[in-house]
């Protein structure tokens, strides 16, 4: 008997490699990388740095990992670095800010993951109180994960450039899934973050590499980036096995970003007609869906979660009482399908 079918909505780091992926990580070129002699990483950091417009880019293991390394590098220790209340870098990260580079996270709520321009002042310390902490750093994330997968465009992300300019803070971009962003806006990704300090992008996410980030920057930022790599144990040997799958993602899966997006908007448009969901379908541009549910009729979001699960479809929480749903390349029209007919069982719609 063969197993009932799933269909895996949890998150888009969930998709395994491609065959072209599988067959470049076989065939890399390798070398040492704390030696600096790995010319397929050589390879993948010059092609970042130049999709992205900045001088220089470093490989790092994870998102979690090139975020760190940023404040860090940018950030004395005892200041506070203004983030976004739901953001990643606050939220999922288990402290590291404070726990690794001794920094405080100042969260400010903006709709839609964009930052409160209007109250800007108001969050960054003035020095005319000599024995408040400083602010070093504000750092934004496009798309913005946990506000739904969130655009901020061009304008968002010069407002804060205007702000940082003015009050000499750095700014730092989680960019984990920054193509998302660009697809979306049918921009480049180097025109979201022109002007920036530095900026984090994951190949791990909707572009299918198995493992891998980056953080770009000047060439200084990147020195100094390495070192910090250093410090929190990420040097890697030959790991142009693994650059080498980040640069077929580069070159082959951004240009397919824009069906996840569309399969999202399908999604979030048939849920929208289920019993005790609450979702605003044009609040979703990219490829993450949360969808509030009302208790009366699911529960906790971990009782939506398992009533979902033994309908073959898994999902996440993201909050007590909201669920969600990302696409992505291993989930095609017929696991959508499957979705919306799980949501409208489990709400004893049919
Ligand atoms: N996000 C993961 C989970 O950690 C929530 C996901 O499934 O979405 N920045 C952003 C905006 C992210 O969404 C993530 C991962 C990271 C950083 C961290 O990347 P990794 O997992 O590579 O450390």
Redo the contacts with the bound molecule.
Sequence with gaps: MSAAPISDFR?D?VTKPTPAMRRAMAEAEVGDDVYGEDPTIARLEARTAELLGFPAALFVP????G?QIALRVHARPGTEVIVEARS??FH?EMGAMAALSGLLPRPVFGPGGRMPEAEAEAWVRPESVYYLPRTSLVCL?NTH?FAGGTVLPRAAVEEVLALARRKGLAVHV?G??LWNAAAALRVSEASLVAGVDSVMV?F??GLRAPVG?AVAGSEAFVAEARRARKLFGGGMRQAGVLAAAALVALEDERGRLAEDHARLARLARELAGVRGVSVDPESFPTNILIVDLDARVWGSANDALGKLRTRGILAGAAGPASVRL?THADVGDADVDRCVAAFRESAGMS
């Excluded at 994870?62 to 990992?65: H, I």
């Design positions: 998150s780091t994870t998102g979690s990992m975020n990643h870098v999922y994330e994960n989680d984990a899934r994951c791990s996410k980030s990302v």
